[in-house]
């Protein structure tokens, strides 16, 4: 979490049985193809982990390797991970929700969501240097890659294109699917979004991973609400 270890750990320690929870509720329920998705919470909950160990490092004076590590650590999850999880977890709930025609289309969109997000963690995964972790001055952890001189790495982080692109992958095949509580769970992510980038752009990634760990609680009551369970017989 953005404030302080503490905060981190404590989320961490909430979001992860949480996360498996939803994930035993969507197998239970026989909605397998809403796992991936249910399992949204957990893995938020093993970033908000990553994040306080760099709190800890950085409240002690920057220990290394530990900074460095959990700096690659958090924006693996920020960078590459949700980039590609996200677009996979809406595929999968398109083979239950959707037509074939739409269920391509994302399995599509989830592919090349998964090349774009591998290259944009590689630049910083090999060199991590260029990765200065920091309190920045409005008290928000700052994951800095200014020195990095990666070409996609720049564009997606200072263009507004590029920041676009990476967003739409996000949040667009969420809202595609038919399943309403899923797109409101898009839209949801959509709004986060907005009001990090209104608030704090500086420190946008730190911030806004802290909103959507919150709104991934909402994961858990799309796995099992009362509809789904009717639909499945239980």
């Known amino acids: 979490m953005c ?20 994930t ?12 991936p998705l249910a399992l949204v919470p957990f893995f938020f909950g093993v970033q908000q982990f990553v994040e ?5 490092a950085i409240d002690q004076g920057g220990v290394e390797p530990l900074s460095t590590l959990a700096g690659l650590g958090f924006l693996f999850f920020a960078y590459c991970f949700w980039m590609i999880w996200i677009p996979w977890s809406a595929w999968s709930i398109s083979r239950t929700t959707d ?6 289309r994302l399995r599509w969109v989830a592919i090349v969501a998964t090349v774009l997000g591998v290259a944009f963690y590689l630049p910083v995964l090999f060199n991590p240097p260029a990765l200065q972790p920091a309190v920045h001055s409005n008290g928000r952890l700052l994951y800095d890659v200014s020195n990095l001189h990666s070409i996609i790495h720049n564009f997606v ?6 920041e ?14 038919a399943d309403k509580a899923v797109k409101l769970f898009g ?3 959509f709004v986060s979004i907005f009001l990090t980038w209104l608030t704090y752009s500086a420190t946008f990634n730190s911030v806004w991973c802290f909103y959507c760990a919150v709104l ?6 799309i796995v099992n609400r009362p509809a789904l369970r009717a639909a499945s017989g239980q």
Request: proline share 4%; aromatic share 14%.
């Open 157 to 162: 982080n200072t263009e507004p294109v590029g």
């Open 216 to 221: 991934s609680i909402y994961v858990i009551w």
């Open 52 to 56: 306080g160990l760099e709190w800890t």
């Open 99 to 104: 037509s074939k025609g739409l269920q391509r």
């Open 3 to 22: 404030f302080s270890a503490s905060a981190s750990f404590t989320a961490s320690a909430v979001l992860m049985p949480l996360g498996l929870y939803s």
């Open 24 to 35: 035993h509720v969507a197998q239970k329920t026989g909605k397998r193809d809403y796992v």
């Open 164 to 177: 676009l692109v990476y967003w739409g992958f996000i949040v667009l095949p969420l809202i595609a699917v």
């Open 187 to 189: 839209v949801l992510i």
